[in-house]
């Protein structure tokens, strides 16, 4: 290995190191109590160096979140290359949106705070984020696209259009406050519950009348459901 390419190396090992500190501390804190030092101190470096590799803590902020659109990326085409009906890809690319909040939440939330008005629209890595949101999106699109032409999904229903519905539902569902996680749970049922029901209500929505599926017949392919809670839990206490 040459001196140039070694020198590169180094160059590339050391961002991921600056990275990984960032990640760290944006795991643990808000945005606005991480500092460019308090990261320079994380990776043993000064701020100076800090600014070499990154023009600002924007900057490294938005590089974390790419990170966690990669691996929803990853989720949402493993769910693509299954082979199975374009409905059942679509409840399973809803399922894996769900997997994803629950194994990478710090990433989730940093996704969805970079959808902030607070962010610069300058910043290149918006329109990088803005791509890879996007073609989690596509990817949404066609499975539709192939529930279309396998019969499974209604053939009147627009697939850009669906697919921004679902995505749309699907952030907003996992971006929940907390208060309304607390009028859920008042109602006597989990957080968990409450996700599984959207299956439920959206599937047959989106079926077409000869196909008409009960998503419990997506077990097959992995797609699975928090059981409903029981009907007198249902019921409001008087």
Not at 4 to 26: G, M, P
Not at 59 to 68: E, N
Not at 202 to 225: C, N, Q, R, T, W
Request: proline share 3%; aromatic share 14%.
């Amino acid at each position: 290995m040459g001196i140039a390419d070694r020198r590169q190396r180094e160059k590339e090992q050391r961002r991921t190191e600056i990275i990984d500190a960032a990640e760290r501390l944006f795991f643990s804190r808000n945005y606005e109590d991480v500092s460019m030092e308090d990261i320079a101190r994380g990776v043993e470096l000064n701020k100076a160096t800090i600014y070499l590799y990154f023009k600002n803590k924007e900057a490294l902020y938005a590089t974390i979140v790419l990170r966690g659109i990669e691996i929803l990326k990853e989720k949402y085409t493993e769910c693509m290359e299954k082979e199975a009906p374009g409905i059942v890809k679509v409840a399973l690319m809803g399922q894996a949106y769900y997997q994803f909040s629950q194994e990478y939440p710090d990433y989730l939330r940093m996704i969805h705070f970079y959808g902030s008005e607070r962010f610069s629209k300058e910043n290149p890595c918006t329109a990088e984020i803005g791509k890879g949101y996007g073609t989690c999106r596509l990817i949404l699109r066609d499975a539709i696209k192939e529930g279309i032409y396998d019969g499974t999904i209604r053939a009147d229903l627009d697939p850009f259009l669906t697919s921004m519905y679902l995505m749309i539902s699907f952030m907003g569902i996992l971006s929940m406050e907390n208060k309304w996680k607390i009028v859920i749970e008042a109602e006597g049922f989990s957080y968990e519950q409450y996700t599984s029901e959207f299956f439920r209500f959206i599937i047959p929505a989106i079926s077409s009348e000869p196909h008409k599926m009960d998503v419990k017949d997506f077990e097959s392919s992995g797609f699975f459901l928090t059981e409903p809670a029981e009907p007198e839990k249902k019921r409001k206490k008087s």
